[in-house]
């Protein structure tokens, strides 16, 4: 909530109600998975959350692993996705070799969701697309 900065719900009370929305996002980063560690986890769970104005929080699986994997664009298949581009060098194509992108799974908590609740994954990602055009 604004109160506490969209701070991903570290100052909200502990609730039985969780309200995830249908779907999930994901997010390309041009990192290693090794950079991403539970301090930059939290980080850009954070930066997401006071942008959006939304809740983020990254996704895990059945087993209770955070969804975070090495990325492989050739795996990538265009139907299913939605994407653009923000910035950087290199055009859109990510340098895969070595590890160097991940793919971050994320899903939008609405647990404490006062504003901006957003009821599918793909009204935030349409919102998203709006902001950056």
Same mark, same amino acid.
């Given at each position: ?21 249908? %779907? !999930? ?6 990192? !290693? ?5 539970? &301090? ?21 699986? =059945? ?9 492989? &664009?050739? =795996?990538?298949? #265009?139907? #299913? +996705? ?6 950087? !060098?290199? %055009?859109?194509?990510?340098?895969? =070799? %070595? ?7 994320? =899903? ?13 994954? %793909?009204?935030? +990602?349409?919102?998203?697309?709006? +902001?950056? !055009?």
């Amino acid at each position: 909530n604004a109160a506490c900065g969209w701070d991903g719900g570290d100052c909200a009370p502990d609730t039985d109600h969780k309200k995830p929305t249908d %779907g !999930s996002l994901y997010f390309v980063l041009a990192m !290693s998975i090794e950079k991403f560690h539970d &301090q930059f986890r939290k980080l850009f769970e954070r930066y997401l959350s006071l942008k959006l104005q939304t809740n983020l929080k990254v996704k895990h699986d =059945e087993n209770g692993h955070a969804m975070v994997y090495p990325f492989d &664009q050739s =795996e990538m298949v #265009e139907e #299913e +996705a939605f994407s653009f581009y923000t910035g950087g !060098s290199g %055009g859109g194509t990510f340098y895969t =070799e %070595g590890n160097f992108a991940i793919i971050v799974y994320m =899903e939008v908590d609405n647990s404490q969701c006062v504003v901006n609740c957003y009821q599918k994954s %793909g009204d935030l +990602a349409n919102y998203m697309a709006a +902001a950056l !055009s």
